[in-house]
Every structure is written in C-alpha cells, then in structure tokens.
C-alpha cells in the first residue's frame, strides 16, 4: 500500500489552553494510515448502533473485518455474519452527483469479493472523506460528526474488465448506517443475500 504523506495546510489544529488558543501540530502518520484509522472508527460506530459484534481476521487474507449480528428473527442461524472489506478515498466529493460513484478496485480483491457461491456473504464498504484532514472529525456538546459517510455495495458475480484494476459503481442510495446493517443482516439471516 502506498502510504500519504499528511498534506501541507493540514498539519495544525487550533487548541485551547489557558492563555488562549495556540495551534497544536498534527502527528506525522501517513494520510492514508490516518484514513484506514477513521474508517474503522466508523464502522465500529455502526456496527455498535446495530447490536452487532466485530471480528478482525488475523493474519487478514483480503477481508478487513467480520460483522456478526445475533436474532432470534433469523431462519437460517441464531447468529449470522457478513465479512466487510473497508476502503477509503478522498478522490470523490462527498456527494456524489448521480445515482451511483466509480470506484476502482484491484482485480485481486475484486475477485474476492465477486464470488457468488460463498458460505459468508462479503460486501465492500467505501468511506468518502474530505481532502482537508481539519474537516474530518467534529466534536460539539451535542454530536461527534464524522465526515463525510460510507457506502455498501454487494459485489457477488461483477465481473473482472480491467486487466489489473477494475472500475466498480457504488451507489449512493446504499449508506452504510446501523439501519443498513440490521437490514443486511436481516436478509442473510433470512437465507438472502446482503
């Protein structure tokens, strides 16, 4: 993974002390591992909303996380689970105009996610975040905002057409929220698709 380098402009943050405000530098973490971070804080935010429980494979072979979620509306298991492979960008602009964004994929993980006979459904999550760090994350009495939102997409049976990189579309009716997971899992713990 080729690693980000925090960009210029985004490297103070404003913090309060007791004489005033002073501006405070940001860690030197590369960008992308920062992105990575933010990410699964956003997925453990959700996966928490919906009642679910969270399982990292170790070592990782292509699936970032499993979600399991236990009920007892389920019909085929008393709990079910839906592997999750994350990704993040800040190359789309938070809304996407149209009804769904291009995402491009390494046809190695594509093909990972595209089999459609598995016995643990797989979905790809994609995190949109803005170019500017400083706008990530807003913390305020009443709310934390995370910015800006992922979206889910079931990729069984998309084909490979790229020879090495496979564009895909996400679309943007699919945000990733508790709700969308409960209605996911509520689907494989039916027997369905996510």
Known sequence: MALTQPQS????????????TAAAPRGNLATTACME??????????AAAAGCSLSQ?????????????????????????VKIQLKATQQI?????GPHFSFT????????????QVAVPKILVVMLLPRQVDRWLQARPDALELRHCCYWVNLA???????RRTNVRVPVAKVFDDRALCEIMARVGAGGSP
């Open 157 to 163: 049976g998309h084909p490979v057409t790229g020879q």
């Open 93 to 97: 602009a938070a809304a996407p105009a």
């Open 37 to 46: 971070t933010l990410q699964v804080a956003y997925l453990h935010a959700v």
């Open 57 to 81: 494979p170790f070592p990782d072979n292509g699936i970032d996380w499993q979600v399991s979620h236990g009920s007892p509306a389920h019909t085929v298991d008393d709990e079910v689970t």
């Open 9 to 20: 402009g985004d490297t103070t943050r404003a913090v309060s002390t007791a004489g005033g």
């Open 105 to 116: 994929l390494d046809n190695a993980h594509l093909r990972k996610l595209a089999r459609a």
